[in-house]
């Protein structure tokens, strides 16, 4: 099993940027394929871009493409999704997720863009 606490959200302006982190704490962090989601309100959560468990593989959605960038240390068992060029339409909770045989989420973190 494996928590995760998501963090670096926050208000920024459009064109902005911003840089979340997901500290995983338990066994075996390397071993599980990281993503992140995002849910606006009175929307359904969608994904955003992830990682394979080495970091060699990256996944991204269109709307994220070339603009935000996901990595991970598995040393100091975290994931990163670097955000730029933000766009009010990115406003919405960001989940950190790890996948293995099962799901595991985050409590998310609020990232607002003002226009």
């Known amino acids: 099993q494996v928590q995760l606490v998501e963090s670096g959200g926050g208000l920024v302006q459009a064109g902005g940027s911003l840089r979340l982190s997901c500290a995983a704490s338990g066994r075996s962090f390397s071993t599980y394929a990281m993503g992140w989601f995002r849910q606006a309100p009175g929307k359904e959560r969608e994904f955003v871009a992830a990682i394979s468990w080495g970091g060699g593989n990256t996944y991204y959605a269109d709307s994220s493409k070339g603009r935000f960038t996901i990595s991970r240390d598995n040393a100091k068992n975290t994931v990163y999704l670097q955000m730029n060029s933000l766009k009010a339409e990115d406003t919405a909770v960001y989940y950190c997720?790890?996948?293995?045989?099962?799901?595991?989420w985050g409590q998310g973190t609020q990232v607002t863009v003002s226009s």
């Open positions: 997720n790890a996948k293995r045989v099962y799901d595991y």
